[in-house]
T-cell receptor, first 109, second 116 residues
C-alpha cells in the first residue's frame, strides 16, 4: 500500500462549484499534514496546514481524521485561478516529507 | 516576503559530469531540504539537513549525491557523475522548525536539470 494516496482526477468543475479532495495515508505515526498546490512546471506552494480540529482559510477548509487516516480539502466557490494540482503532504515526525502524487483540478468558466 | 532562491534555473550537462545546484534558504530557517520531481511524476524527498549535517536521506540519495552548507546562506546539492535518469526538476525547501506550523516548508522555484 502506498504511504500516501490521492485520487489523481482530473476534477473538472464549473466556476462557483464546491469541490472536495481526499487523501489517505498508511503510516499511523504521521504527525504533520499539509496541502500544497502546484501549478504546471512550478514549485509546490503551501496552501494550508491541517489540524485535527479542522481549519479554514477563506474558501478553503481542511480536515484531518486520524481514526480513518485521511485528510481532506474542500474548496468553495471555485475560481478559475484554483486550477492546479493539489498535493497532500505529511511527515512522520522525523525529517522526511512524503508527497502524494496530486489531484488535478480544472475550473471552467 | 522572504523567499527561497535557486540557481541556475536550468542546467544542461553531459552524462558523467558533475553538477552543483545552489539554493539560498529563507534566512531565519534552520532546516533545509532537497527534492526532485521527474517530469509528470510526484515530488520525491531526497535529503534533509540540519545543524550542518544530514538528518535523513531517501534511498534515492546514494553516494553520487552530497549536500553542503558552505557558508551562512548557501545550501548546495552536488551530483558527482550525472546519469540520464537524473534529469528532473530539483527543488530546495526550508522550514523554521519541525513541529506544527513551524514545519511548513517553503520551496524555491527549482532548477531544471537536463542530462544528455
Amino acid at each position: 500500500r502506498k504511504e500516501v494516496e490521492q485520487d489523481p482526477g482530473p476534477f473538472n468543475v464549473p466556476e462557483g462549484a464546491t469541490v472536495a479532495f481526499n487523501c489517505t495515508y498508511s503510516n499511523s505515526a504521521s504527525q504533520s499534514f499539509f496541502w500544497y498546490r502546484q501549478d504546471c512546471r512550478k514549485e509546490p506552494k503551501l496552501l494550508m496546514s491541517v489540524y485535527s480540529s479542522g481549519n479554514e482559510d477563506g474558501r478553503f477548509t481542511a480536515q484531518l481524521n486520524r481514526a480513518s487516516q485521511y485528510i481532506s480539502l474542500l474548496i468553495r466557490d471555485s475560481k478559475l485561478s484554483d486550477s492546479a494540482t493539489y498535493l497532500c503532504v505529511m511527515h512522520t515526525g522525523g525529517f522526511k516529507t512524503i508527497f502524494g502524487a496530486g489531484t488535478r483540478l480544472f475550473v471552467k468558466a | 516576503e522572504p523567499e527561497v532562491t535557486q540557481t541556475p534555473s536550468h542546467q544542461v550537462t553531459q552524462m558523467g559530469q558533475e553538477v552543483i545546484l545552489r539554493c539560498v534558504p529563507i534566512s531565519n530557517h534552520l532546516y533545509f531540504y532537497w527534492y526532485r520531481q521527474i517530469l509528470g511524476q510526484k515530488v520525491e524527498f531526497l535529503v534533509s539537513f540540519y545543524n550542518n549535517e544530514i538528518s535523513e536521506k531517501s534511498e534515492i540519495f546514494d553516494d553520487q549525491f552530497s549536500v553542503e552548507r558552505p557558508d551562512g546562506s548557501n545550501f548546495t546539492l552536488k551530483i558527482r557523475s550525472t546519469k540520464l535518469e537524473d534529469s528532473a526538476m530539483y527543488f530546495c525547501a526550508s522550514s523554521e522548525g519541525l513541529r506544527g506550523p513551524n514545519y511548513e516548508q517553503y520551496f524555491g522555484p527549482g532548477t531544471r536539470l537536463t542530462v544528455t
